[in-house]
Nanobody, 115 residues
């Protein structure tokens, strides 16, 4: 079955960096767009970044220029490199793929930006 396993979250000071990974299995990873969403306390889940099967990327305005999404189709893994982190980036970050119209999610990884 489809599995998405995120890793790499943690506590970081403002201005710091974190790298997230999402290991995927159970589907033909290379042909699907992948995305990172995030959900802050008391807020709706929102798209942070997406990458197509061909490697084209898109970003939320709030993270543009600071976050970089990438994928390694040989390793069935999607990455999110986060730089210049701000307290407002604090959220649970979820890996996402839409298969046959249905969203599939990982368990999420907590990112906390605080001094």
């Amino acid at each position: 079955q489809v599995q998405l396993v995120e890793s790499g979250g943690g506590l970081v000071q403002p201005g710091g960096s974190l790298d997230l990974s999402c290991a995927a299995s159970g589907f033909l990873f290379s042909i699907y767009p992948m995305a990172w969403y995030r959900q802050a306390p008391g807020k709706q889940r929102e798209l942070a970044a997406g990458v197509t099967s061909g490697g084209r990327t898109n970003y939320a305005d709030s993270v543009k220029g600071r976050f970089t999404i990438s994928r390694d189709n040989a390793k069935n893994t999607v990455f999110l490199q986060m730089n210049s982190l701000k307290p407002e980036d604090t959220a649970i970050y979820y890996c996402n793929v839409k298969i046959n119209g249905a969203d599939r999610w990982g368990q999420g990884t907590q990112v906390t930006v605080s001094s």
